[in-house]
């Protein structure tokens, strides 16, 4: 992250502070600045734009580099760091948050770790506050960590709660002539119902509103937290939704109404005593296009490993779709190169216990049995401990669960223990637009898995006891791990998914909580 340090006086212009800050440079000894500017309050300016991603970038955004940038995407943990680095520093001051940029993103569980750090800033005993424009209920939950809530005078608060939308394929399908086929262990996995249905069961709709209820929960509790308003006074206000600035005052949701300069100077003209001003932003790192090797290299390469001169407790981020395969692929979790690191773990002695971060909606069964297996062997060398972001989720799941203690947020969405195999016969509409396939094969079974025919009742029962094994294999590692009967956990398997809050009710998890309780 970069600092600048800009000085301030009451009743001086930003020219005039300036001019007065060079002449301090030329007229103090560097010894005799340094413990004059620590003795200085400081103003912390933190502006959150874009997305903010769990897990670093491998490469650069290339597209951000044909746009004219250079610069990797934000990382969450680089944001946290920084900010625990100002709830530490021992400085009297303020933290002044700007909200105003449509771009931010952050999921639930990265909103529960950032009130935690805004919660420590507090503590430290600096003032914090954020200033609105037009706000979703995202910005407006991150306002609600900070002691004073600002809004621009045309300003808009959409202050939603949570909703999903489903969209259903199965009547384009027939119109298309195309058949789906489905093998699933489990009436709640979701992922299905598109394909074979027009509209959503009765108790997966049932089951998605009890988990969406748990999400807002947790939003209403910050809200009557910081508002100092009752539970059921929020949940109506969020019912009403939108609010334009005046509104939003009215109600209580906000502070006061002013514009971003006019809350700046009016900020300066309270201030008795000189301060100083720092920016909080990310580092970026710059590519080098003196050489194109080199340019080359920063463009595609990995992120190198640690080497650990002293005892140490390893973060390991795994982050996407779990997939086959034995090369690193960025934006998914491959399973032999997460082994092999599970392995040089497990050998090195620096390394005393490991946290597993984890985000992912599953995919691959194979890889996600190979991941858990190199994960369990680790885990008996050295604590290993498991860290839920957003998502964890089916396979995602089935490598968390072996975890010594489990942690997730109350925004985690996890679960999903259920296995589903889908097929897709198109013969129908390749014949409609005049197209017509012919089979050369030596036996039924050499094109089974065609695109252009109906499964033959041998494949789909083959398909059948594949999933059902899996599905088996799944609800055994779950038992083993979570010390869950299978007949209590099959009333919360099935393809159900939970929010962490829930999944700490049933055993599923064991404690509420992100990286920094886990480590």
């Not at 007229?27 to 309050?41: F, G, M, V, Y």
């Not at 998605?208 to 509790?221: E, G, I, P, T, W």
């Not at 016969?425 to 637009?433: D, G, S, T």
Request: include cysteine.
């Amino acid at each position: 992250m970069k600092t600048r340090t800009f000085s301030f006086r009451r009743s001086g212009l930003f020219p005039a502070a300036l001019a007065l800050l060079f002449a301090g440079l030329f007229a103090l000894p560097a010894q005799a600045r340094e413990k004059k500017d620590a003795a200085k309050p400081v103003l912390y300016y933190l502006k959150l734009a874009g997305p903010y991603k769990d897990l670093p970038e491998t490469g650069f955004d290339l597209t951000s580099l044909l746009g004219g940038g250079s610069s990797k995407p934000k990382g969450f943990f680089d944001l946290l760091s920084r900010l625990e680095g100002v709830a530490k520093d021992g400085k009297k001051g303020w933290v002044l948050v700007d909200l105003s940029s449509p771009s931010l993103s952050l999921n639930l569980a990265q909103l529960d770790e950032l009130e935690r750090v805004f919660d420590k800033i507090r503590s430290s005993g600096k003032k914090t506050a954020a200033w609105l424009t037009a706000a979703s209920t995202l910005q407006y939950q991150v306002a609600c960590m900070c002691d004073k809530i600002l809004m621009a005078d045309m300003g808009l608060l959409d202050f939603k709660a949570p909703s999903m939308e489903v969209l259903f394929y199965k009547d384009l399908l027939d119109l298309l002539g195309i058949q789906a086929v489905t093998v699933r262990c489990g009436e709640f996995k979701g992922a299905v119902e598109p394909f074979v249905r027009s509209s959503m069961s009765a108790h997966l709709k049932a089951h998605y509103k009890a988990m969406l209820d748990s999400f807002n929960h947790d939003l209403v509790r910050r809200v009557a937290k910081a508002r100092k308003m009752p539970w059921d006074k929020i949940r109506k206000l969020q019912a009403k939704r939108l609010f334009r600035a005046p509104e939003a005052l009215a109600a209580g949701l906000v502070d006061g109404l002013t514009s971003w300069e006019n809350a700046l100077d009016s900020f300066r003209r309270t201030q008795t005593e000189e301060f100083t001003l720092k920016v909080l932003s990310l580092k970026k790192k710059s590519l080098d296009f003196s050489n194109p090797f080199t340019l080359f290299a920063q463009l595609f390469s990995g992120p190198k490993e640690k080497r650990f001169r002293r005892d140490t407790v390893v973060v390991l981020r795994l982050s996407g779709q779990i997939v086959d395969g034995e090369k690193d692929s960025p934006g998914s979790i491959v399973a032999g190169p997460v082994a092999r690191l599970a392995g040089r773990l497990e050998k090195n002695p620096k390394v005393k216990a490991v946290v597993v971060r984890i985000n992912s909606p599953g995919g691959s069964a194979t890889a996600s049995e190979r991941i858990l297996l190199a994960l369990r062997k680790l885990a008996r060398a050295k604590p290993v401990v498991v860290s839920m972001g957003s998502l964890a989720a089916s396979g995602g799941y089935y490598i968390s669960c072996l975890g010594t203690t489990v942690y997730a947020e109350p925004g985690t969405l996890t679960g999903s223990i259920g296995v589903f195999g889908l097929l897709m016969n198109m013969r129908a509409l390749v014949n409609r637009v005049g197209l017509h396939f012919e089979e050369v094969t030596l036996d039924d079974s050499a094109a089974m898995e065609s695109l252009f025919r109906e499964p033959s009742p041998e494949f789909l029962s083959f398909l059948r006891e594949f999933v059902d094994a899996t599905y088996d294999r799944f609800l055994s590692h779950v038992t083993l791990a979570r010390r869950i009967p299978r007949k209590k956990l099959l009333k919360i398997a099935g393809g159900r998914v939970w929010s962490g809050a829930q999944a700490l009710e049933l055993g599923l998890v064991d404690r509420m909580g992100g990286v920094d309780a886990a480590v």
